[in-house]
């Protein structure tokens, strides 16, 4: 008996292949994000720790400028590097909508394969089943048809 060969499997494998660089892109683009998350995160504690360290400095009663000064230099440019981890982020959120396009895209590429697949099997199965039962009728009656010659 022959076997089931889908002729287009070397097109599914490659699709498939597609679809799991779809998926490792979208898993990379999204452990940046978290990254740039918890950067944020971190940033904005160090910039609120400046300020409570600030506003601390002005509550003492005695104020030195310098460390004020300081504090408050430094809590801008925790700032500034806020607004340009949200800058970043942005631009990640864009990549992972894209990404997610992609892999939505590959995925039914590879389903409509799969399902191509599927139906040619079912048609190889039943074409096989129909040939079987001739084959079997075939012989029944090769049997059979012996058996009344000789009586």
Known sequence: MRKFVFTLAGLLKYRVHQRDLCRQLLAEVLADDAAIEQQQHETDRARDEQLREMQGLLQSGRVDIDRSAARRYHAG???????????????????????????VMADQRVKALEKLRE?????????????????????????????????
């Not at 440019?77 to 997610?100: H, K, M, N």
């Open 77 to 103: 440019q925790l700032t500034i590097d806020l607004r340009l981890l949200e800058q970043r982020r942005r631009l990640v959120a864009q990549q992972i909508a894209r990404c997610r396009q992609a892999l």
């Open 119 to 151: 139906q040619q099997l079912a048609e190889f199965l039943q074409e096989r089943e129909r040939a079987e039962s001739r084959e079997r009728e075939e012989n029944w009656l090769a049997v059979h048809g012996v058996e009344r010659r000789l009586s």
